[in-house]
């Protein structure tokens, strides 16, 4: 059907469906091109419906029959679905319709990956498996038969019986069609079991493909903390007999939570030592715990709709992150945090992509899992946490969970809960959820007669369709240290509300340090004059880790960006601190590998941009550059006693603690191959028993150019295994120099062992040309047009990954002129490629409109 005039959806217009649907059975008849798919339906009319149009989302589906009550009807086939004149009073709805599941490389509703049957719903993909009320707030009991060949057949819930050719199941909770899924292949398990707290006793599975139960170990001691954890913290027990994890190859995001059945991108569950790197490890352990959560902030309590997405996820990721913190480190964690919300929400928030957490219009929903929606939309629980303190907030969850549970809910109800549980009123802390951008936080400071005033005045730039921005409330962690390094105020949340306030300490001996915005307490730009010494000191003193780290980060924002504007050298105060830093061995390894991370070149380009300079990505890259290899060559002395103090010996474990010294190994590791022509990488990589350590020293390699016969030995040994080619695909582009960028990812795209149907494989490789900064904004224009032409090739196959990694293209009006022009050229060009899919038509428009 024409999608000529796309349409637009808004969160004003929500009217609730006229039907009930008191149950839904569905029959699945599987063929790899022929799947036919039964569906009766009970469907009771509501007798207060304002609307009672009988509309039933369907895409791509090929009606075969449909009934009600027995009797042949002929509905209305209309765009997006059909309608259907109805009986005013309780009625079954049956349709027979066929699909085509191995012709599906969207990746949406039912589809093939590697010979196997599997689903994705969320957020519309339901409309493509059979004709429904595709809408989270329609929530019903699904019985599923299932007929096929197929060895392993699973779908949500409890199963009711298999044999020869068949299996069913039963879920006795209401749920959207979202959450619906079905898996069927030649699947192995991997078999762990849970005891609830009230002692039920919980089947647990991860089922993956012959070969690859050797990955599952991880994944599972994952999953079983994840369930303790929910207990423990929130009082919250699973629900089922049973719970399935299923990892399959090709997905376009990284895990789903379907209720009882989650299905995994296999890269975010399958973990080995041999294959899988300390990073790999904690973001496995993160997502595996993220969409057990699901199962109560999300599956018993869902959406009302789509716009209310950031209910389920902003506290889901918040909850994912609380876990994280409790398992490994909580300062690492948020330290980790703020650098991923900088570098992917903050560009957003900034951009012509921005929109709120809750954003009031969309046309297609899947260009809506962002990372404002996600992990902006986390940020503000932690605000609203912090702002009424924790026993309010655990008081206030619990209330959600007894109110609304089996509800479909929104942003109003969720609020609501914290307004009754602590009689707080929250109208303005909600601009939070209708308000996009990134706030700016200026502060100016006074001292007179031992009273410390700090003031500060808050405003957002303006938004695509928001020019004006009302103050928020913004809750500011602050401490002040004395010049002698002592704190002589500990944290205090000061709770902003107007647009210029300021607050006042008394009784200080002398001029305090402040220490501003601690633990990151606001998703917020902070703007103030300070110097490089009291960062230094701040580096060095402040009792708040991610303070401490920020101090570090600032300093080295700031050499660097001078080095970029006046060509001067690094700061010799600044590389003397990280010195002493870095041989500080009651330091721990975690946070001085985090210390001596250098911000990446995107976020220079973003500080440069906010202060109102242009970015030239060269000039950044050699920046970087000079900066390392001065740092190298002042650590020269140390790097060896580094190098060995913090080469882990005995067993590969991918805890917390290891992971630091491997982290801060790694960093030295880079260090020293800028000295010593590669040689203790090679050495390195030789011994290496884990990935962690293999990859880091291919890396250093690679980054030096001396990293040709590892790179080939690399590919002999992990060919067949994906997710570490897909490494190999991503490292290769990750360390080209600028000049050699694009040309290195346009080789790899002919690689025998490039899929372009494969997300992961293509974003191995397009998002590290996207992600090399310099190499993707080479001034040739050659990477702007790679990206173009691989996404024009996608968008055919696979709309919604292509629309994604559109926003790489989301900054271009930072840079200057000239490369404003080759992007515009590019998205002009995509916006012009024919039949170009609804997803990247909105995203491109978007960033064009900028
Ligand atoms: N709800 C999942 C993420 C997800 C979203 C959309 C998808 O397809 C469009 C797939 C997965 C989560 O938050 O983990
Ligand atoms: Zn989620």
Redesign the pocket.
């Not at 997905?251 to 939570?257: H, K, Q, R, T």
């Given at each position: 059907m024409a999608k000529d005039t796309p349409q637009t959806f808004y969160l004003k217009d929500y009217t609730p469906f006229g039907y009930d649907v008191e149950s839904v059975h569905l029959t699945f008849r599987l063929t790899p091109e022929t799947t036919r798919i039964l569906s009766r339906i009970r469907f009771a009319p509501k007798p207060d419906a304002t609307d009672s149009t009988f509309f039933l989302h369907g895409e791509d589906l090929t009606l075969i029959s449909a009934r009600i009550d027995g009797q042949a009807v002929t509905p209305d086939l209309v765009e997006g679905g059909l309608k259907c004149e109805v009986p005013g009073t309780p009625f079954t709805w049956e349709a027979e319709v066929e699909i085509n599941p191995a012709g599906n490389t969207a990746l949406?509703g039912l589809y093939m990956s590697n010979r196997m049957y599997c689903t994705?719903c969320?957020?519309e993909?339901f409309r493509k498996i059979t004709y429904y009320p595709d809408r989270p707030d329609v929530m019903s009991t699904f019985t599923v038969r299932i007929e096929g060949d197929e060895p392993v057949m699973l779908s949500n819930g409890n199963p009711m019986g298999q044999g020869e050719g068949w299996a069913e199941w039963h879920d006795p909770w209401p749920k959207p069609a979202y959450l619906f899924a079905l898996v069927a292949g030649d699947l192995v398990n991997y078999a762990g079991a849970f005891t609830t707290r009230s002692g039920k006793e919980v089947e647990l599975n991860i089922w993956v493909r012959p070969g690859d139960e050797g990955k599952c170990a991880f994944g599972m001691e994952a999953l079983k903390k994840s369930m303790k954890w929910d207990e423990d913290v929130y009082g919250l027990e699973y629900d089922l007999d049973l719970f399935n994890i299923v990892a399959v190859d090709d997905?376009?995001?990284?895990?789903?939570?379907n209720k009882g059945l989650n299905i995994f991108n296999s890269s975010c569950v399958l973990a080995s030592p041999e294959t899988s790197t300390d990073a790999n490890f904690e973001r496995i352990e993160a997502?595996i715990a993220?969409?057990y959560f699901?199962n109560w902030t999300?599956n018993r309590i869902t959406c009302r709709d789509w716009f209310q997405l950031c209910l389920?996820?902003g506290l889901?990721v918040f909850r994912d992150a609380q876990f994280t913190a409790d398992m490994r480190s909580e300062p690492v964690k948020r330290i980790d945090d703020v650098i991923a919300l900088r570098a992917r929400q903050f560009p957003e928030d900034g951009g012509p992509l921005a929109h709120p957490p809750r954003p009031e219009e969309f046309q297609e929903i899947?260009n809506f899992?962002t990372a404002t929606v996600?992990e902006k939309g986390a940020e503000v629980i932690g605000m609203l946490k912090r702002l009424v303190g924790d026993d309010n907030y655990y008081k206030a969850l619990k209330l959600y969970f007894e109110r609304h549970d089996g509800q479909a809910c929104t942003i109003e109800d969720w609020l609501k809960v914290f307004e009754d549980a602590t009689g707080r009123d929250l109208q303005q802390f909600k601009l939070w959820y209708s308000q996009a951008g990134t706030p700016r936080l200026k502060v100016s400071e006074d001292y007179a007669d031992g009273t410390y005033t700090l003031t500060f005045e808050q405003s957002t730039p303006p938004t695509p369709g928001q020019p004006d921005k009302a103050p928020r409330v913004i809750p500011v962690a602050v401490g002040l240290l004395s010049p002698n390094g002592d704190e002589v105020r500990a944290t205090e949340v000061l709770e902003l509300t107007e647009a210029k306030q300021s607050f006042s300490f008394d009784g200080l001996a002398a001029r305090p340090v402040p220490s501003i915005l601690r633990e990151f307490s606001a998703p917020v730009i902070l703007q103030r004059e300070t110097t490089n010494a009291e960062r230094a000191f701040l580096l060095a003193h402040d009792t708040d880790p991610f303070n401490r780290w920020e101090a570090g980060n600032a300093l080295a924002k700031e050499t660097r960006v001078t080095m970029v504007l006046d060509g001067d050298a690094p700061d010799a105060a600044y590389l003397d601190a990280l010195e002493k830093l870095v041989r500080d061995d009651d330091q721990d390894p975690a946070f001085r590998a985090l210390v001596l991370t250098p911000p990446s070149q995107a976020d220079i380009a973003q500080t440069l941009h906010e202060r109102g300079f242009t970015p030239d990505p060269q000039k950044i890259y050699d920046a970087a550059e000079t900066f390392a290899q001065t740092l190298a060559q002042q650590l020269e002395t140390s790097l060896p006693r580094l190098y060995a103090a913090t080469t882990a010996d005995g067993a590969y474990v991918p805890d917390a603690e290891g992971a630091g010294k491997r982290a801060l190994n790694g960093r030295i590791l880079s260090l020293l191959t800028r000295l010593d022509g590669g040689d203790q990488a090679a050495r390195q990589y030789a011994a290496a028993d884990n990935m962690t350590q293999q990859y880091a020293a291919l890396a250093a390699l690679m980054k030096a150019e001396k990293g040709a016969a590892q790179s080939q030995a690399f590919f002999d040994q992990w060919q067949d295994d994906r997710l570490v080619m897909d490494k190999w695909f991503a490292l290769q582009i990750a360390c080209a120099a600028p000049e050699k960028t694009a040309a290195t990812a346009a080789a790899l795209t002919r690689h025998a062992l490039f899929d372009m149907k494969n997300p992961n494989r293509f974003r191995a490789v397009m998002g590290a040309l996207a992600g090399n900064h310099a190499g993707f904004h080479h001034a040739s224009g050659e990477a702007y047009q790679l990206l173009a032409d691989n996404l024009i090739a996608l968008d055919t196959l696979n709309p919604?990954t292509t629309a994604r990694m559109c926003a790489a293209f989301q900054t271009w009006k930072r840079y200057g002129t000239g490369r404003q022009s080759l992007i515009r050229a590019q998205l002009t060009r995509i916006a012009n490629a024919p039949d170009l899919s609804r997803d990247t038509t909105e995203m491109v428009t978007r960033i064009l409109d900028a």
């Open positions: 949406e994705q969320e957020a993909g997905f376009n995001m990284g895990a789903m939570e997502i993220h969409e699901h999300g389920k996820e889901t899947n899992y996600y919604q």
